[in-house]
């Protein structure tokens, strides 16, 4: 590998020798000074502007140290460019959107270009959706590269953590910026509710609809939080200037303000890397951020915002005049959220109607307990890192990502999380897998109330014998070779299929992963026959550790002596 690609402290250097004196220090240093100046006579503008700049900010020291950092390269890395990507695009395009819209509540009778909807009373927040739709130029092509940005956005955010879960990037010392992004992940969502509720069209009041009966249905405070939300009675007239402020400026700017700092902590943390040959928690093996990683970033950031530019252009999102305006009593048909809502929505939708009457209160259960689900099961997801360092009890730091694989009780669980999402989001748009599908909804609700307990189960179990097994093919690679599909027949006539050993790069690769025994109690009673005290929690611990990573989710890996008995002879037919 060559020694501009990898260094020990995670920064590039550029295989020659660094020149001692490049930059002097004086009594009256005002900038940084290097050799062969006054050969090369008078210095030019550009280096005379560095010079001042430096002097005042102190750069060149910060630059030369960090610009040349060095940041691998995998495809799964571009996730998370993602997402940074399409939250710029949003930024950008909610500016030019925010000067147009009219966040109001008041009504008024629309006489616009929009002929279906001429005459209907309707509030300023829809007319001004529909005259940034019809009047402003390129005013529609900026509404749907937004919606389709913040779709993006949160699928970006998703599928980025699940990377991040499945190759375990969030071990120490990155458990915080897991937590980072998972409150990046929960904002987000908060920002597409309030957004997707300003055009106030049929669509969106049904949401926000949705959202005050959830509201409404948390016992004693909730009428009252409703009151406090919505100015008085729903739907009330201050719901959607309150909203605005909250969309356009308090969630992006604390969303701006993490994103910041995640990135600061990938840079000081050094970025995660796949296992491999020249790899290890102290070396990178990769790019300098100038200009390798620089130059590839802006290319994906313009080939991200041609994509949905493109999308903006041609796939209609969000047609506001086809659902007019909000009426309370009225519901569209098909009445969906955006996709990252349809867990909450699927979870209320596929809950039996029960309510309590008591004492002159009404309790109702059908609502609450998956309202209070969501954000539950939300929370385990951000607080998993710390669950499992707690089971480990794992304190050393972790550069080199596990392939999901050696982690079969963590894939199982993710892919369980996904698969009751899955279920969910069906039990979420319920009517319109009915009508497309022709099948009773009675039958999809009965179908995803079961569905909901035994599909994660199923995925769980699944997922964990597909990842032993997959350990156990690695195994055979190892101590046996590649499948090359050459027959050949021996002496006495028995048929054997040639194997080609691995390489030393693909044996590191596939056997490079620890298998630590998990976390046990130990003897009950010591030496002198005296009962040891053990809480509660150790024995949960001991439990949980033997389950996650007991000898019954791995397969061992091949010993030296395996190996060198097997590929000492000819056995490599």
Known sequence: MDDGARTVDGTARTGGSVHEGSVHEGSARTGPVREGTARRGEPGKGEKFADWTDGRLGLYALAKSNMRKVFPDHWSFMLGEVCLYSFLVLILTGIYLTLFFEPSGAEVVYHGSYGPLNGIVMTKAYESTLHISFDVRGGLLIRQIHHWAALVFVAGMLVHMMRVFFTGAFRKPRELNWVFGWTLLFLAILTGLTGYSLPDDLLSGTGIRFADGAILSIPIVGTYISFFLFGGEFPGHDIIPRLFPVHVLLLPGIMLGLVVVHLILVFYHKHTQYPGPGRDQKSVVGMPFLPVYMAKAGGFFFLTFGVLALLGGIASINPVWAFGPYRPDLVTTGAQPDWYLGFSEGLIRVMPGWEINAWGHTLVPG???????????????????????????????????????????????????????????????????????????????????????????????????????????????????????????????????????????????????????????????????????????????????????????????????????????????
């Open 367 to 573: 609502v609450l307990i998956p309202f209070s689900l969501f954000p539950l099961i939300l929370l385990a997801i951000g607080v998993y890192p710390f669950f499992e360092a707690w089971i480990t009890g794992d304190k050393r730091e972790h550069h080199i990502l596990d392939r999901p694989r050696n982690a079969p009780v963590r894939t199982g669980l993710g892919v369980a999380w996904l698969s009751l999402y899955g279920v969910l989001l069906i039990g979420g748009g319920n009517d319109i897998v009915a009508t497309h599908l022709h099948l009773s909804i009675n039958l999809i609700t009965w179908f995803v109330r079961i569905a909901v307990f035994v599909v994660p189960v199923l995925a769980f179990v699944v997922t964990k014998r597909v990842c032993l097994g997959l350990q156990r093919r690695d195994r055979d690679k190892v101590l046996h070779g590649r499948e090359t599909g050459v027959i050949r027949r021996l002496p006495h006539g028995e048929y054997v299929e040639v194997h080609e050993p691995l390489t030393q790069d693909r044996l590191f690769t596939l056997t490079q992963h620890e298998q630590n025994p998990p976390y046990e109690l130990g003897p009950l009673q010591d030496a002198n026959g005296v009962r040891r005290q053990v809480t509660v929690s150790q024995r949960v611990r001991a439990r949980l550790a033997r389950a996650m990573f007991g000898p019954d989710t791995h397969i061992p890996k091949p010993t030296r002596e395996e190996y060198r008995e097997l590929t000492s002879g000819d056995h490599h037919h």
